[in-house]
C-alpha cells in the first residue's frame, strides 16, 4: 500500500538504492511502475512520460509528494562524472542519437556549463505540477 498524506500518496525515492543513471532508472521502475507488465525505457524521455501517471501507482492529474531521501548522494551520482559517461556513449554509439547535439553537451558540461543529469531530472520533476518534490539530506 502506498502511503499517504492529507489524500496525496508519498513516492519515496531512497538514494542509497541506485548510484548510476542505469540503477536510477530500475529504481524508478520499482517506484513508479509498480505491479505493471512492462518496464520503463531508459530516457529521460521515458521518465517524464511515466511522471504523468497513468502506468502504475497513481492517476493522470493525481496530486503525488515524492521524497527524495539523501539527495545530496544523487547530485553526486548523477552530476558531472555521470552526465559525461552518458554523453559519451552516446556520441560513440552513434545512431539512432543525434551525435551532433550530443557532442555540444559533452563540450559544454567538461566547460562547466550546462546541466548534470542530476539537474535535467530534478527539472522533469518540477515541470509535473501534480507532484510536489521534496529533496532531503
Known amino acids: 500500500m502506498t502511503p499517504m498524506i492529507d489524500e496525496k500518496k508519498i513516492i519515496i525515492i531512497n538514494a542509497d538504492n541506485f548510484s548510476d543513471l542505469t540503477s536510477f532508472y530500475e529504481e524508478m521502475n520499482k517506484l513508479f511502475m509498480k505491479d505493471i507488465d512492462w ?11 511515466i511522471l504523468y501517471g497513468g502506468f502504475g501507482v497513481y492517476d493522470p492529474g493525481e496530486q503525488v509528494i515524492v521524497l527524495w531521501n539523501n539527495f545530496s548522494k544523487s547530485k553526486k551520482d548523477l552530476g558531472l562524472e555521470e552526465t559525461i559517461k552518458n554523453y559519451q556513449m552516446k556520441v560513440n554509439k552513434g545512431y539512432p542519437y543525434n551525435v551532433m547535439l550530443f557532442q555540444e553537451k559533452l563540450a559544454e558540461i567538461k566547460n562547466g556549463n550546462g546541466p548534470t543529469l542530476c539537474d535535467i531530472i530534478i527539472e522533469i520533476f518540477r515541470d509535473h505540477k501534480n507532484i510536489e518534490l521534496k529533496l532531503n539530506g
Open 39 to 49: 518496464k520503463l525505457g531508459q530516457s529521460l524521455d521515458a521518465l517524464n512520460d
